[in-house]
């Protein structure tokens, strides 16, 4: 199944954040788990075992928070504690690899680990599927597409085989699953171009390469993924300049409802925050689409033992499912606009304390962690108050007029 992304960079945005947002989309009864995995120093020529091969390991790999779908080895979304996000969407090409290879959520955990900024991991990238090669073994022509951004740049990445182009994004950007780089990449890999004249797939003019409409190929949810598109591009588009978090949340909340159920269902959703290389970088999920509720996340600290993976989801997300199954449609969407907002509060009185501590690097780093752990947990047990037991909650009424930083 295709997913769905959009970035918006800091001269799109309100606030001088670049935004990163990713729907999973998956069968349907499958759920989003959370996994934060911490950096790691290796030693030289040790190997690291992916979903289908071994490949060399790199000396040190970055702490990384991230989502997937069941318990493979790869990602299906994420962000670094440098302020990499990386998610990525199946496409279908004509390039055949019936070769063990790297996977989507293979290359998204790759890049995410070994690159500082968003340009490391588009070299971490193309260096890889240029010499391993990329797709899923035993489905020939599927194959990935990545959107990778930091606080400063973006990139869509579009792979067939063990080829490869890569377009800059200029403000903002939308990607499901069709390849949309047409003649608009700033870079190919070597040979891609000669390799469709040879197949005869495009003429010898001197043309620049239509990557699109000479190896892309249409998908089973083709005409759905086009108007999922379509609805983002317009939206991001409208509203360049005055972009924020709310705004791409409701994008990727529109873009869930347009999934035909029988077919497949928004696992879960990601949206993160990306500033400057000495920010913080933080991002919200939705663990249990249908309910809009985004609970902030962060990779610096330890995630809340209710988010943690397990065999039948995280039990956050099961309380919101049971919440959401008991609770009708419309009261659904008006308490979690509420408990939305009492989040949003809360964030922003966090941020301010927990950015500056990030400031302070390797100093603070033990201070930080404490902080954003401790911030995560009371989020989580605030929400789960609000939904069970709303007496004891702290409403967003008095959240409003708590100055307080909750630290426990």
Known sequence: MTSDMVVALTRATNDGHALFG??????????????????????????????????????????????RCGAGWGYDHGVNVHGVAVGWTAIRTRLESDTPALTGPDLVRLALERGATASQAVEVLTDL?????????????????????????????????????????????????????????????????????????????????????????????????FRRWGLATLALEQHAGKIDDVLVRDVLCEQASMLHPADAETAGSFLVRLGQ????????????????????????????????????????????????????????????????????????????????????????????SQLATSFMQHCTEQVERWLFDPEKADTPEKAEVNEEVFVG
């Open 277 to 368: 290389p000495d920010e913080l970088p933080l991002a919200w999920v939705a663990l249990a689409p249908p309910v809009p509720l985004f609970l902030p996340v962060l990779p610096v600290g330890s995630l809340p033992e209710c988010l943690s993976p397990a065999p039948a989801g995280c039990r956050f997300a099961r309380h919101l499912t049971r919440w959401a199954a008991r609770t009708s449609e419309d009261l659904v969407r008006r308490e979690a606009a509420e408990i939305q907002r009492g989040l949003d509060i809360r964030v922003a009185e966090f941020l301010p304390e927990a950015c500056a501590l990030a400031r302070c690097g390797l100093d603070a780093a033990l201070e930080l």
């Open 129 to 225: 599927i240029g010499r391993v090669g990329q797709g899923s073994c035993g489905n020939p022509g599927r194959d990935s597409a990545l959107l990778i951004a930091d606080g400063r740049e973006a990139f869509i990445l579009e792979a067939a085989g063990r080829h490869w182009v890569v377009g800059h994004v200029g403000s903002v950007k939308a990607l499901s699953g069709v390849c949309l780089l047409r003649q608009d990449w700033d870079r190919i890999s070597r040979g891609l171009a000669d390799l469709a004249i040879t197949c005869g797939w495009m003429p010898q003019d001197g043309c620049k390469l239509d990557f699109a409409a000479t190896l892309g190929l249409r998908t089973a949810d083709h005409t759905g993924a």
């Open 22 to 67: 990713h729907n999973l989309n998956a069968t349907p009864g499958q759920s989003l788990c959370l996994i934060r995995t911490p950096a790691h120093d290796y030693a030289t020529g040790e190997c690291v075992r992916t979903t289908h091969l071994s490949i060399p390991q790199a000396r040190h790999t970055h702490t990384v928070l991230a989502g």
